[in-house]
C-alpha cells in the first residue's frame, strides 16, 4: 500500500469526525511516521519534524498520533519504558514483539500459529478482537553471551 492510500485514509477519518481539520501538519506527520523504521517516541519523532524544517508543535505531534491511531495507521505499545511508542501499522503485517529487559532491544516476529491459536480462543468465547500483539519480555542472545 503506498502513501496514497494512507492520505486518504487519515482525510476519511479527519472528515468523517467533523471536528478535525484537514491540515497540512497532520500529513507531515503522517508522512514522517510511514518513512519511519521500527519503534519510535514522540520526541523523537518531533525533533525528527523539526529538524526537517516542519512547523509543528509537540501538541500536534501528540494528537495527530492519537489520530492516526484511532484509524489504524500507527500501532501504540508501552513496552518497558515509562513512555510510549509507536511504530507504523499501515502495510505492515500482523506481528509481535521479545523486548530484552538488559539493551533495550525490541525484536519482531510474525507466528502463524499464534494466530490461529488467537483466532480459535476469540471463536471459542464469540469475541472480536480490535487488535492484539505478544509482547514476550527477558534477555536476548546478545546479553546472554555477556554473561
Known amino acids: ?8 485514509i487519515l482525510t476519511r477519518h479527519l472528515k468523517s469526525g467533523g471536528k478535525l481539520r484537514v491540515t497540512p501538519e497532520r500529513f507531515a506527520i503522517l508522512d514522517a511516521v510511514l518513512q519511519s523504521q521500527g519503534h519510535f ?3 523523537g519523532l518531533y525533533y525528527r519534524l ?4 516542519v512547523k509543528v508543535s509537540r501538541a ?3 494528537n495527530t498520533l492519537e489520530v492516526l491511531l484511532n484509524c489504524g495507521l500507527v500501532s501504540k505499545y508501552r513496552f518497558a519504558e515509562k513512555t510510549s511508542r509507536y511504530e507504523k501499522a499501515f502495510g505492515r503485517p500482523h506481528h509481535h514483539h521479545l523486548i ?3 539493551c533495550g532491544d525490541i525484536i519482531e516476529f510474525i507466528s502463524d500459529k499464534l494466530e490461529r491459536i488467537q483466532q480459535q480462543v476469540c471463536t471459542e468465547n464469540d469475541f472480536k478482537v480490535q487488535s492484539s500483539t505478544l509482547q514476550v519480555f527477558g534477555v536476548c542472545s546478545k546479553c546472554n553471551r555477556k554473561k
Open 100 to 102: 530484552c529487559l538488559e
Open 1 to 8: 500500500m503506498d502513501s496514497q492510500t494512507a492520505h486518504e
Open 41 to 43: 517516541d514522540v520526541e
Open 50 to 53: 523539526v529538524t526537517n524544517g
Open 60 to 62: 500536534t505531534v501528540y
